[in-house]
């Protein structure tokens, strides 16, 4: 058996293909690097070579990558993206204070504003640019270093690290809830979806026992803010974040009408939650891997719990005077 480690093609020889693989055209290539056809063939030859395998699929003048191909040119648009980010940091020496991060709103505004001075206390020297959005930036495009964002994990090309579970209470109207005798009652009312995940209310009516439920007149929203205002507005039964629905129950605008520890009680791989992501290239600068420290010591969780303690656990009765 080899065990010795496959001796890499030339770099040339690699670039020529990435730009042939994103043509799918040896003269879109020759054109894109202003050399002749003729040497943009030749380059490929010398990697099929270098490889013993064909990657083209060839019929006249049209190519088209092969399975081989299309599994080379994940790793070497990768390794393309990594040698870019090095240029763009280096070029970028006189700002490398900075550091843009992008948080999902709600993290923002729940969590993370309360303690940038935490923060600032570990880096006092870094220029913190701060924005938000629903979605995962792109991070080239829109010159983000790190992320974090809502979800279950596993996003491609990154790295990610969970901060905390996103608990979500079921919660609804006092007037939806007296149509819930039980969980099969769910059937007949509308819910409501983050847009960010189509998996998280199967799994939880999955969880209740409840199964082949029609989802016509379900509402997809955007973020968890209007969800929280759609489930006021009784549009529905959202899925709302313990501290928005430790208030909206304390005032009585919301009920739980299946208790609060549901998804709890779900295993954790079915709970969202919040995670750091970034490209793998990125932890490689000081000024970002201090801040993934930073944020990755922080308990985030520990406000959620108290929430969750305030609306479980029995208040103790006064003693008399």
């Known amino acids: 058996m080899n065990t010795h480690p496959a001796r890499l093609p030339p770099l040339n020889a690699l670039r020529v293909f990435h730009a042939v693989v994103r043509h799918r055209s040896f003269r879109g ?19 099929e070579d270098a490889l013993g395998a064909e990657l083209f699929l060839r019929k006249g003048r049209a190519i088209d990558p092969n399975e081989k ?31 843009n991060v992008n948080a999902s709103p709600y993290f923002a505004t ?8 935490r923060y600032r ?30 979800g279950f994990g596993g996003w491609k090309g990154c790295e990610s690290t969970l901060l905390m579970h996103d608990y979500k209470l079921i919660c609804c109207t006092p007037g939806i809830a007296r149509r819930l005798a039980g969980p099969e009652d769910l059937r007949a009312v509308p819910l409501l979806h983050p847009v960010l995940s189509v998996e998280l209310w199967p799994n939880l009516l999955r969880h209740l ?7 016509r007149n379900d509402i997809r929203l955007q973020d968890a803010a209007t969800m929280r205002r759609a489930t006021l507005a009784g549009l529905g039964i959202g899925l709302i ?38 490209p793998r290239a990125h ?26 303690r305030r609306l479980t656990v029995p208040a103790a009765p006064e003693a008399d005077g």
């Not at 919301?254 to 939650?273: C, I, N, T, W, Y």
């Open 283 to 308: 932890r490689r600068v000081k000024i970002i891997a201090a801040f993934c420290r930073w944020i990755e010591a922080e308990d985030w969780l520990a406000a959620d719990d108290r929430e969750f």
């Open 69 to 99: 191909a299309i599994l080379l040119a994940h790793f070497v648009q990768a390794a393309f993206d990594e040698l870019a980010e090095g240029v763009r940091r280096v070029v970028r020496s006189d700002v490398r204070s900075r550091i």
């Open 29 to 47: 290539a020759a054109d894109e690097l202003s050399v002749s056809p003729q040497a943009v063939s030749q380059q490929i030859k010398l990697l």
């Open 110 to 117: 729940r969590y993370l504003l309360d303690r940038i001075d």
């Open 121 to 150: 206390e570990t880096a006092p020297e870094a220029d913190l640019r701060l924005t938000t959005m629903v979605d995962l930036p792109d991070f080239v495009a829109d010159d983000v270093d790190v992320a974090i964002q809502w």
């Open 209 to 215: 026992g409840v199964n082949d439920r029609s989802s």
């Open 241 to 278: 974040s313990t501290i928005d629905a430790a208030e909206d129950l304390k005032l009585g605008k919301l009920v739980a009408p299946f208790g609060q520890d549901v998804m709890r009680k779900m295993p954790e791989s079915q709970v969202p939650g919040f995670h750091l992501v970034l």
